[in-house]
């Protein structure tokens, strides 16, 4: 169904973009090592994940253990599990809470999905899943758990495989291809969205379609670990090459990156941003916000600019000779208003569906049809003439085919006019058209055809030629043997040795009997 007219998003300025970079930047400026913690061996614990009250503690394992822990427990033995889940007897690489917390969630290195409620009692091996899926070929490296619904689950695994599942009726719903082995996934904010870190890439993907939206290549070796920050504006990276990237979320540009000692397996940060943790091996770096200082920012560096910008001129003064100075003051004639055109105005106030409406309503003329074609092209380089040339009425989508049967083939006109007609069939694909409309796009499809058969003929004809020409080429003979160089346009002069390679038969009898007899001396 045709959506309703909504306005494009504004651009920002290059003086905006330039503020909102700076700021961001100073943001993540300020985020200073506190200190590094060195273990003296590798840990066992391969994932972790608090409930969303923050009360538990679930930690999964080398063992194929999955442990819950109560972290406000402080009286008698703190260190002793609540729950001890014996999910897999290979490595459980990641352990996730549900969003209401009453269950877990184990992925191993076998492939499983397992579901375990958190008040079941049952010990080890006797804990029984509520749910098991063989969801991979190969080992599960990580998984996200939707915020909005219990039973959807993303899955990353390293057979290159992403798949979302609905582990209700145990069913993937999606499968994305990623090339590499998938080390981290990410639901992003409004969960349409998510983020794949599969080799040194990092892909953002729509779930609605399956296909990639944009690419992020900011690491030239493996990402092992995605986050979210600053209220999900923000995607921080991290990968083998000690690197820490973070990425706006708006438009995926670069905001800032940090260099490690050692290459980095996790990364997380607070809520409130004040404080990172970074895993690298044996060792854990924990950094903390500074405190902003006014005279670094670039909102205080523009405001003392400000201070110093003049309110009014100066005064003129007047010197003549023999006369004495005087201030006088300059009167200048203001500028002529500029009158913008109707559609001019539109453009600049994001108006893209009324634009088409103006255009193509039947009253519109421009004395020059490369001022429709303009206009359209603009809404075309915005990326909104899908959104414009939605829930149009039909007079507005018959005139527009009109135009386009019309100017469709004109060269100057063609590559944005192309555009257009891809958009409009893409909007209207599936709606029922008018009578009218209908009987345009028929009119379009004639056209079409036509100049299919004048395009083949054109090659064909071209073809032809070619043919001509070489064959042209290949049946020439030159007769530079019999002809000087430097008489090419002159008469032919035979020479000596051209006599010479005559043969008998050339000769005939009559030649022979003219000839004078050899004299002998």
Not at 298 to 320: N, Q
Not at 324 to 346: G, S
Not at 408 to 413: E, H, N, R, S, V
Request: charged share 25%; proline share 3%; glycine share 4%.
């Amino acid at each position: 169904m045709a959506q309703p007219y909504l306005p494009a998003e504004k651009f920002l300025s290059r003086k905006q973009e330039t503020i909102l970079l700076d700021e961001d930047v100073i943001y993540w400026k300020r985020m200073q090592q506190l200190t590094v913690f060195q273990e003296p061996s590798i840990k066992g614990v391969c994932s972790i994940d608090f409930r969303h009250d923050g009360k538990l503690l679930a930690i999964g394992g080398d063992e194929g253990k999955v442990r819950v822990f109560d972290v406000e427990k402080t009286t008698g033995s703190s260190k002793v599990a609540l729950r001890v889940m014996q999910a897999s007897q290979s490595t459980v690489k990641s352990v996730h809470f549900s969003p209401r917390g009453d269950t877990i969630f184990s992925l191993a290195d076998d492939g499983k999905i397992k579901q375990y409620r958190v008040a079941d009692t049952a010990y080890g091996v006797n804990a029984v899943p509520i749910i098991d899926i063989q969801a991979h070929d190969d080992a599960i490296r990580c998984g996200a758990v939707s915020s909005l619904n219990d039973h959807i689950v993303l899955t990353g695994g390293y057979d290159h495989k992403v798949r979302l599942w609905d582990i209700r009726s145990k069913e993937k719903t999606m499968e994305l291809d990623c090339e590499y082995p998938v080390e981290s996934v990410l639901f992003l904010p409004g969960e349409q969205l998510i983020a794949t870190a599969a080799g040194p890439i990092v892909k953002i993907w729509d779930t609605t379609t399956g296909r990639p939206l944009t690419a992020l290549q900011a690491h030239y070796k493996t990402v092992t670990s995605l986050r979210l920050a600053t209220n999900s504006t923000c995607l921080l990276t991290a990968g083998i090459d000690r690197k820490v990237n973070a990425f706006r979320t708006t438009n995926y540009s670069l905001i800032h990156s940090w260099s490690m000692p050692s290459p980095i397996l996790d990364i997380d940060v607070s809520r409130d941003d004040q404080t990172m943790a970074i895993g690298m091996g044996n060792l854990l770096a924990l950094y903390r916000r500074a405190e902003i200082k006014k005279e670094t920012t670039a909102t205080a560096m523009i405001e003392d600019k400000r201070s110093l910008v003049r309110t009014s001129a100066p005064p003129v003064k007047l010197a003549e000779k023999d006369r004495d100075t005087r201030k006088v003051e300059v009167v200048a004639k203001n500028a002529d208003k500029l009158k913008i055109p109707k559609v001019d105005k539109m453009l600049s106030n994001f108006k893209h569906a009324a634009v088409i409406r103006l255009l193509f309503n039947g009253k519109f003329r421009s004395s020059v049809d490369a001022a429709i074609v303009s206009y359209l092209r603009v809404i075309v380089m915005r990326g909104a003439i899908h959104r414009a040339l939605s829930g149009q009425e039909s007079s507005v989508q018959k005139y527009l085919l009109i135009f386009l049967n019309h100017h469709l083939f004109k060269t100057q006109y063609f590559s944005t006019l192309r555009e257009v007609t891809v958009a409009f069939f893409d909007v209207y694909a599936f709606e029922k058209l008018d009578k009218d409309v209908v009987k345009q796009v028929q009119r379009l499809k004639v056209t079409l055809s036509r100049e299919l058969e004048v395009q083949k003929m054109i090659s064909s004809l071209i073809g032809s030629i070619d043919l001509i020409v070489a064959t042209t080429k290949i049946n020439v003979k030159t007769s530079t043997d019999l002809v000087e160089d430097d008489d090419v346009f002159g008469e032919p002069t035979i020479r000596a040795k051209d006599l010479d390679e005559l043969k008998p038969s050339d000769v005939g009898p009559k030649d022979i009997e003219d000839q004078e007899p050899m004299q002998t001396v």
